[in-house]
């Protein structure tokens, strides 16, 4: 098997290369793709050196998979060209995720709609990721009526530029590229990706409108406020939940407890909980501070916390490519 990673060079690609090398798939022969600037550069998998090589060599090599994490423009121009060829692409930008035509995947809820004819397979954002898992069984049992979500997301999800800002800042160095219009250091920025009319940003309807189409329930109320915090481990969620139907909170914590992927970290007492730091590095999504919200009946609030860099892109890629890997190619 061969497997081609797009933007190999990125935050995300360099992800994607070490969750290969420890998931089932690590005995594949990995390309890695670049642009013209990085061709004949070297990445490391699995404790080897390899050359970085162009897209139109990737596409020669015949590979079965390519996971693609170089941005929207570029999924858009080469994922086709890749498709044409019989490869199937796994595309971390959002260029697909709202095409009607196009699959919105998180393998632990709706995997068992895919098929070998999927040839461009899309991954969702972050945040969605790592809420609508959490979120699934719940939905199931007691169907969500309304979602209310402040995120507070790593620098990390920016990329390279936005976690030298933060370190240069910490350093004192305020004359650096900047990938915000304002420091991130000792600060937050209610500001994640463009805003648009309505006043919202792309992030936050990302979030309301990737969640209806994975659950494929355009029924559900959901607003969401998307910040950007000066944190590394990961993104973290506020959400609260109101339901259709009456439940005990401790089905809540039973249904959570048995959600695949979902980790509970929830004991006040102890002062455990998720949070970033902990869960840097790990594929998991951990819920907390589960609670009845009391001002008003069948809702909850939770607090939610994954690496967004694994679960939240790499990770749930490489899991799409390995439910793929099991049918009949």
Request: glycine residues 6%; charged residues 20%; proline residues 5%.
């Amino acid at each position: 098997m061969k497997i081609a990673v797009v933007g190999a060079t990125g935050l995300v690609g360099s992800e994607i290369l070490k969750v290969l090398s420890e998931s089932s798939l690590a005995h594949a022969e990995v390309l890695a793709v670049a642009s013209e600037k990085s061709i004949g550069k070297t990445v490391s998998y699995n404790g080897k050196s390899i050359n970085v090589i162009s897209w139109q060599d990737a596409v020669s090599a015949k590979p079965q998979f390519a996971i693609f994490s170089a941005g929207g423009d570029t999924s858009l121009e080469l994922a086709p060209k890749f498709a044409a060829a019989g490869i199937t692409v796994i595309d971390n930008s959002s260029a697909w995720r709202m095409n009607p035509h196009h699959k919105l995947i998180v393998p632990e809820i709706n995997a068992k709609i895919l098929t070998k004819e999927d040839k461009i397979i899309a991954n969702p954002n972050c945040s969605t990721i790592q809420m609508v898992l959490a979120l699934h069984m719940l939905h199931r049992h007691f169907h969500l009526k309304r979602i209310v979500v402040s995120t507070y997301q790593s620098v990390t999800g920016t990329g390279v530029k936005a976690v030298r800002q933060l370190e240069e800042e910490r350093k004192g160095i305020t004359d650096g590229p900047k990938a915000y219009p304002y420091p991130i250091d000792l600060n937050v920025l209610p500001h994640i990706d463009s805003f648009l009319d309505n006043g919202y940003t792309k992030e936050e309807m990302k979030m309301v409108n990737e969640t209806r189409k994975i659950l494929g329930d355009n029924s559900i109320g959901i607003t969401a406020t998307t910040v950007r915090v000066p944190a590394m481990g990961g993104h973290s969620e506020s959400v609260n939940v109101e339901f259709d139907l009456e439940f005990d909170i401790h089905q809540i914590f039973e249904i959570l407890d048995h959600t695949p992927g979902v980790v509970v970290m929830d004991n006040p007492e102890k002062n455990i909980y998720p949070m970033p730091i902990l869960a840097q590095g790990k594929n998991e999504v951990f819920v907390g501070r589960i609670r009845r919200d009391e001002s008003k009946p069948k809702t909850i609030n939770m607090w939610i916390v994954a690496d967004n860099l694994r679960k939240g892109a790499a990770t749930n890629a490489v899991q799409i490519a390995e439910y793929l890997s099991g049918l009949a190619f």
